[in-house]
């Protein structure tokens, strides 16, 4: 079936620094989001992207649609304490409504 | 800000017994979905629900599950013979276009 890798899995960084991650499939997608999990909750939007190449922002995150439609990253510049969770990368095909999560990376952010 | 409401927030049962699980979803969405989350690991697939029918499903959504929007605002997950690999946190979804999908705050299932 379909899979979405992310890399990394986990990473911690000091506060204040840029974060990028990535999400990488062996398929094409024809949408991607972006969701932060923080423990016990459910996923939060973060971003959408709907057209290979697009660049979107949302304050201090921007992710982008991968050229190939096979990918999509994430960046968090300044990062801050709240910044930490775990982010997931989620595409969805054409023809289908479902959308298939990435494995997550977990960010943690030392004050 | 309007938002997908699940309850209950948690549910303990024994092996074998039937659980519901409840949503109600944002009240203009059109596109619903289950989607459950075992400890530790990512988010899965169950089953979208869309004009008063099951539009996919994954494998795990057996003939153990089944999905009913009863009276137009709820969207209710049913398990009909609970197993212990049912023990996972239950997210519902809902979207209005199919596009962006807005999540609830979880039902942590507990199958004993």
């Known amino acids: 079936g379909q899979q979405l890798n992310q890399s990394p899995q986990s990473m911690f960084i000091q506060e204040g620094e840029d974060v990028s991650m990535n999400c990488t499939s062996s398929s094409i997608f024809n949408t991607w989001l972006w969701y932060k999990q923080d423990p016990g909750e459910g996923p939060v939007l973060l971003i959408a992207l709907y057209k290979a190449g697009e660049l979107t922002s949302n304050g201090r995150l921007t992710a982008q649609f991968g050229i190939t439609r096979k990918d999509s990253f994430l960046n968090i510049s300044a990062s801050i304490p709240s910044d930490v969770g775990i982010y997931f990368c989620?595409?969805?095909?054409?023809?289908?409504?479902?959308?298939?999560f990435g494995t997550g990376t977990r960010l943690k952010v030392l004050a | 800000e309007p938002e997908v409401t699940q309850t209950p927030s948690h549910q303990v049962t024994q092996m074998g017994q039937e659980v519901i699980l409840r949503c109600v979803p944002i009240s203009n969405h059109l596109y619903f979905y289950w989607y459950r989350q075992i400890l530790g690991q990512k988010v899965e697939f169950l089953v979208s629900?869309?004009?008063?029918?099951?539009?996919?499903k994954s494998e795990i959504f057996d003939d153990q599950f089944s999905v009913e929007r009863p009276d137009g605002s709820n969207f209710t997950l049913k398990i009909r013979s609970t197993k212990l690999e049912d023990s996972a946190m239950y997210f519902c979804?809902?979207?209005?276009?199919?596009?962006?999908?807005?999540f609830g705050s979880g039902t942590q299932l507990s199958v004993l």
């Open positions: 989620a595409g969805q095909d054409s023809g289908t409504y479902k959308y298939i």
């Open positions: 629900f869309y004009n008063n029918e099951i539009s996919e």
């Open positions: 979804a809902s979207s209005e276009g199919a596009e962006k999908l807005f």
